[in-house]
């Protein structure tokens, strides 16, 4: 792709348009035009690029998921080729997936990577003291424990790491194709934007990118990646479904994060099904630390007999062994 098709396909994306409605209009000036991966592949090198050299500090915020190490990938190719060093920061939120921990040493060893390492202000069991599990009460991203929780865990970390770095370019796998949220936030911001709270540049380089896109960047470059990924229940899978949701698409895909978080409770029970059957561990943990309970009290609480009357420490483990897919969802 050129040039010129790059700069008009970043510039509609920057001035709001979506993935698809910018292939719509460069089709109608050229009614060849086709997106490969290879092309988006480009546009994410040349985006790094034209950033790197814009800016004196490079940050990438790594998860070790498959984004983010899709980015990390593409930024180490840019910097090589630029002779220019970038830090990684990573939110040690002490809730990772056991493979996470693995391949982030794995990486840091085999891609010489300079880690910058936060600690959450609050453990996430503090948070549930506090404020309650996130998602469990509006199941949206408004819900006060969530609010507190990705600010104690993520947010603040990640602010005081940037001032005391003093980092100006911060890089990211976000992608629209993840949830209503992040489909807006792309949507309204563009791919590079001026971001007021963190006061940095901050770019999504993979940010129109597909969970396909991602897949077959990561096989086309044999990328390493957490097993988490191959231990997928039903047709939550690696590469997963997609699913209009109020006129956009979204990637119902198995997805990185703090294992123990109950924002999908509401509505992707393969998640907890999915902690359940591969880390039935984890998953016994968090029900005895008050999880089970709060389900319960969720779906039996209109019929407080019931709850009152049979759900209790007592009789809580019998309910985990014979209905445990039960507390799968609320
Ligand atoms: S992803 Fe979930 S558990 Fe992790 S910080 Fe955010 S709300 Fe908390």
Redesign the pocket.
């Known amino acids: 792709m050129n040039e010129g098709v790059f700069k008009s396909y970043i510039d509609l994306l920057n001035s709001g348009h979506s993935s698809r409605k910018a292939i719509k209009k460069l089709r109608e000036k050229d009614k060849d035009f086709e997106l490969t991966l290879e092309n988006r592949e480009q546009m994410a090198l040349n985006l790094i690029e034209k950033e790197m050299k814009k800016y004196d500090k490079t940050v990438v915020a790594c998860s070790w998921g498959k984004d983010s190490v899709v980015v990390l990938h593409l930024l180490k190719r840019v910097s090589d080729k630029l002779d220019k060093e970038f830090d990684v920061l990573w939110n040690n939120?002490k809730?990772h997936y056991p493979d996470v921990y693995r391949l982030k040493d794995q990486l840091e060893k085999d891609w010489d990577l300079k880690i910058v390492e936060t600690k959450a202000e609050k453990s996430?069991w503090e948070?549930t003291e506090e404020f309650g599990w996130?998602?469990v009460n509006s199941g949206d991203r408004s819900d006060r424990a969530?609010q507190a929780?990705?600010y104690y865990?993520?947010k603040k970390p990640t602010k005081k790491a940037i001032k005391n770095n003093k980092w100006d370019l911060y890089f990211d796998g976000l992608t629209a194709y993840e949830s209503d949220r992040r489909y807006l936030n792309l949507k309204d911001y563009g791919v590079s934007h001026y971001h007021k709270t963190f006061g940095l540049q901050k770019v999504h380089p993979i940010g129109w990118w597909t969970v396909n896109d991602v897949w077959d960047y990561i096989e086309k470059y044999d990328v390493p990646y957490i097993d988490l990924y191959d231990k997928g229940v039903g047709k939550y899978t690696k590469r997963g479904y997609s699913e209009e949701q109020q006129g956009h698409r979204v990637d119902r895909a198995i997805r990185n994060?703090?294992w123990?978080?109950?924002?999908a409770l509401k509505y992707q029970p393969e998640k907890m099904k999915q902690l359940r059957e591969h880390y039935p561990k984890m998953w016994k943990a968090l029900m005895d630390k008050g999880l089970a309970k709060e389900i319960a009290k969720r779906k039996l609480g209109q019929q407080s007999t019931l709850f009152d009357g049979f759900f209790d420490e007592e009789t809580k483990d019998n309910y985990l062994e014979n209905r445990p897919c039960w507390f799968d969802k609320i």
């Open positions: 939120t809730f996430f948070i996130p998602g969530n929780c990705c865990i993520k994060g703090c123990c978080c109950t924002l």
